[in-house]
C-alpha cells in the first residue's frame, strides 16, 4: 500500500533548533546510496548515528538512490530526524555501464571471476555502485553545497556515543581523510589494477605527495601492492580532495582502462590509494573513539576511558584491528616511521 506524504512534510525534515551542541557546525553531510528494498537497513543506520551522535548537533542527510525514491521511503527516514533529509536520483550517466565498455569482453571476464568465486563477480550493478562511489557520488548536485560528508550505509551500527564532532575535527586538524577500519581486498578483482596506478604515477609524479602513506599500501617501496586499502563503507572526508586536480586525472584515467567492468575495482581501494599517495599522511585519520560495525567486522575503541565514556556496546577484545585480515597492523607502522 502506498503511503502519502503529510502535508506537512517540510516541516519534518526542518533542521533541528540550534543548541549549545548544535551551534558551530562544519559544513558537511551524512550520504547514504540506498534503494527503496533497504529501508528496514537504512532506518537502523539511521537511528544508530542519530541515537549516539547527531540528534545532538543535526547534521542533515541525503539519500542517493539509482530509481525514484518512494513515499514510504522517504516518509519512514525523515521521522527518524529532526535533521534536514534530501532524496535524490542519480543520474544514468553517473551510473550505468559506458558504452565504450566492451560488452563481450566484461562478459567473459565476469564469467573468469564468477569460476574463481570472487563475491559479487556477476553482477554489474555492484560495478556501477563502485564506480559511482568512486567517481560521481560528490559531483551529485544535492552534494555540490557541502564540503565534508560521513558515508553511511545501510544496516551498520554504531556502538559508542560521540562527544566530539568528527566534521569539526577534520576541519580544525586540517584532515581530509578519515576511516575506522582498514582490510585486504580480494587479489582476483584487481588483477591490473597497480600497474595500472603506477602508470598513472609516472606519468604525474607532481601529484604524489612527499609526506606520502606508501608504506600502508606496500612493502617494498611501491614496486609491488600489499593490497591494503581503507574500508569505505564508513569514511569521513573532504569532498574539496576528490574533486581536485589530482584525483579528477587520477579517476579519468582508471576510468578508460574499464577495470570497473573488466575486473572488478571498487571504489575502497580508488579512494585508499588516492589518499595514501596523494595526501600527506598527517591528512589521514583513524577515528579510534567511533564504536562501528558493518557485517561481523567491528571497531571497538582501544581506549578504556573512551569505551566507557561512550557506553560502548562493543567488546574491546573482539575488535577487528589486529585480526587476521586486518591492515591496521600497517597503518600503524607507517604512521610510527618517524
Known amino acids: 500500500m502506498r503511503v502519502p506524504l503529510p502535508a506537512d512534510f517540510k516541516t519534518i525534515n526542518a533542521a533541528p533548533v540550534a543548541t549549545e551542541d548544535t551551534k558551530r557546525r562544519a559544513n558537511a553531510t551524512f550520504v547514504m546510496l540506498t534503494r527503496n528494498s533497504d529501508l528496514e537497513g537504512a532506518m537502523d543506520s539511521i537511528r544508530s548515528i542519530e541515537d549516539r551522535f547527531n540528534a545532538r548537533h543535526g547534521y542533515p542527510y541525503v539519500f542517493l538512490n539509482d530509481e525514484e525514491f518512494s513515499d514510504e521511503f522517504k516518509l519512514r527516514m525523515s521521522v527518524l530526524t529532526g535533521s534536514k533529509a534530501q532524496f535524490g536520483r ?17 562478459e567473459k571476464d565476469r564469467w573468469q571471476l564468477i569460476a574463481a568465486n570472487v563475491k559479487y563477480a556477476d553482477s554489474v550493478a555492484y560495478r556501477n555502485m563502485c564506480r559511482f562511489n568512486s567517481g560521481f557520488f560528490f559531483k551529485h548536485e544535492l552534494m555540490q553545497p557541502y564540503r565534508y560528508y560521513w558515508r553511511i550505509e545501510p544496516n551498520v551500527k554504531f556502538h559508542c556515543d560521540m562527544h566530539s564532532d568528527p566534521f569539526l575535527f577534520m576541519e580544525e586538524n586540517q584532515k581530509v581523510y578519515g576511516f575506522t577500519i582498514a582490510v585486504l581486498e580480494i587479489a582476483a578483482s584487481i588483477r591490473t589494477f597497480w600497474s595500472t596506478v603506477k602508470e598513472f604515477t609516472t606519468a604525474h609524479p607532481e601529484y604524489v605527495a612527499r ?19 581503507f574500508w569505505s563503507n564508513f569514511e569521513i572526508a573532504d569532498m574539496d580532495f576528490w574533486r581536485g586536480d589530482a584525483y579528477t586525472a587520477f579517476f579519468d584515467h582508471l576510468d578508460r582502462k574499464g577495470g570497473f567492468y573488466y575486473e572488478r575495482w571498487g571504489d575502497a581501494p580508488i579512494h585508499s590509494i588516492a589518499a595514501a599517495l596523494f595526501l600527506n599522511r598527517h591528512e ?30 562493543c567488546s574491546r577484545s573482539a575488535s577487528f584491528d589486529y585480526q587476521s585480515g586486518s591492515c591496521k597492523e600497517k597503518w600503524d607502522r607507517a604512521m610510527w616511521r618517524d
Open 90 to 106: 542519480i543520474p544514468e550517466n553517473h551510473w550505468m555501464q559506458p558504452e565504450w565498455i566492451d560488452e563481450e569482453k566484461a
Open 211 to 229: 609526506d606520502n602513506s606508501m608504506g600502508f599500501i606496500s612493502k617494498d617501496n611501491g614496486h609491488t601492492y600489499n593490497f591494503c586499502h
Open 284 to 313: 589521514i585519520h583513524f577515528f579510534d573513539d567511533i564504536g562501528y560495525q558493518h557485517d561481523d567486522w567491528t571497531h571497538c575503541p582501544t581506549n578504556e576511558d573512551v569505551w566507557a565514556k561512550g557506553r560502548c556496546t
